[in-house]
Nanobody
């Protein structure tokens, strides 16, 4: 069984910064891409940052220049650092990882339970 757990959410003031971390645990063969999504009330979950296994990254326009995604393949972790936070960055941040289980020959997405981030003006 695979588990993803986020940490680092909370209340941040406008202009501040945050660091979210996600650790993958359990039994699996490998992890492919890892990413962070954000969901605000009434909106669909939005991909904001993604990193490949060989550290290629891509960002949503809404966070480009303010966000940095990184990963540690040895520790099965992915981190999102964001700065210059705005009230519109408020939402639940979800960690996602494409994981190949030992019993499967393909990758499938796994999600963390989410971490609330509130940016107060």
């Amino acid at each position: 069984q695979v588990q993803l757990v986020e940490s680092g959410g909370g209340l941040v003031h406008t202009g501040g910064s945050l660091r979210l971390s996600c650790v993958v645990s359990g039994t699996f063969s490998s992890i492919n891409s890892m990413s962070w999504y954000r969901q605000t009330p009434g909106q669909q979950r939005e991909l904001i940052a993604i990193i490949s296994r060989d550290w290629l990254t891509n960002y949503a326009e809404s966070v480009k220049g303010r966000a940095t995604i990184s990963r540690d393949n040895a520790k099965n972790t992915v981190t999102l650092q964001m700065s210059s936070l705005k009230p519109e960055d408020t939402g639940v941040y979800y960690c996602n990882a494409n994981i190949r289980l030992k019993s499967l020959g393909f990758y499938e997405p796994h999600w963390g339970p989410g971490a609330q981030v509130t940016v107060a003006s």
